[in-house]
């Protein structure tokens, strides 16, 4: 099965800072790459899916990068609602997976 | 408006069995694939099984394959998930989520989860 494991586990950051995240996948999995966001005592919301396409009603500083095996979310400009748990996820076939997760913390 | 509303989680002993249902509304339900995706205490995501909109295709993950059913009633907007041979190891929340609206299946996400529903596992 393919794994995903993304780095770091977990970032400092400040207001105004650009932050990236990295997703790896142990195998080709062309675009099928979904990223989630998830705040305490929340479910997960969607804000990238196709690995690039931005989920609507999700704020243009989020953009996600990358194919293959290799895979980046980045917030251009972190704002204060942005600080939370980042998922991304493989669609590419069965069994689905997803990585360890991102805190992004202050 | 898309409601995913989850019922049915509890406190159960190890080896019981529980149902969790999840009553959909605000879209055609039989035009969406749906999953279940569980989140232990204080840890990540796990996608748990799949089903295809007409309930043709099923998938499991290893960790519930043989234990846990996944189902659907496209007449009553419902998904269901039936738990059998419950560990320690399933206690979780568990989420119903809906697939993106796309022919493929799995899809490129899940676009709308509900806000879960607890199961603990214990003596």
């Known amino acids: 099965d393919i794994q995903m494991t993304q780095s770091p586990s977990s970032v400092s950051a400040s207001v105004g800072d650009r932050v990236t995240i990295t997703c790896r996948a142990s195998?080709?999995?062309?675009?099928?790459l979904a990223w989630y966001q998830q705040k305490p005592g929340n479910p997960p919301k969607l804000l990238i899916y196709a690995a690039s396409r931005l989920q609507s009603g999700v704020p243009p500083r989020f953009s996600g990068s990358g194919s293959g095996t290799d895979f980046t979310l980045t917030i251009s400009s972190l704002q204060p609602e942005d600080f939370a748990t980042y998922y991304c996820?493989?669609?590419?076939?069965?069994?689905?997976?997803f990585g360890g997760g991102t805190r992004v913390e202050i | 408006e898309v409601q995913l509303l989850e019922s049915g989680g509890g406190l159960v002993q190890p080896g019981g069995s529980l149902r969790l249902s999840c009553a959909a509304s605000g879209f055609t339900f039989h035009n969406h694939a749906m999953n279940w995706v569980r989140q232990a205490p204080g840890k990540g995501l796990e996608w748990v099984s799949s089903i295809s909109g007409i309930g043709g295709g099923t998938y499991y993950a290893d960790s519930v394959k043989g234990r846990f059913t996944i189902s659907r009633d496209n007449s009553k907007n419902t998904l269901s998930l039936q738990m059998n041979s419950l560990r320690a190891e399933d206690t979780a929340i568990y989420y119903c989520?809906?697939?993106?609206?796309?022919?493929?299946?799995?899809?490129?996400?899940?676009?709308?989860w509900g806000q879960g529903t607890q199961v603990t596992v214990s003596s």
């Open positions: 195998q080709d999995i062309s675009s099928w």
């Open positions: 989520t809906r697939d993106l609206p796309t022919l493929r299946f799995p899809s490129e996400g899940f676009d709308h």
């Open positions: 996820q493989k669609a590419s076939s069965f069994p689905l997976a």
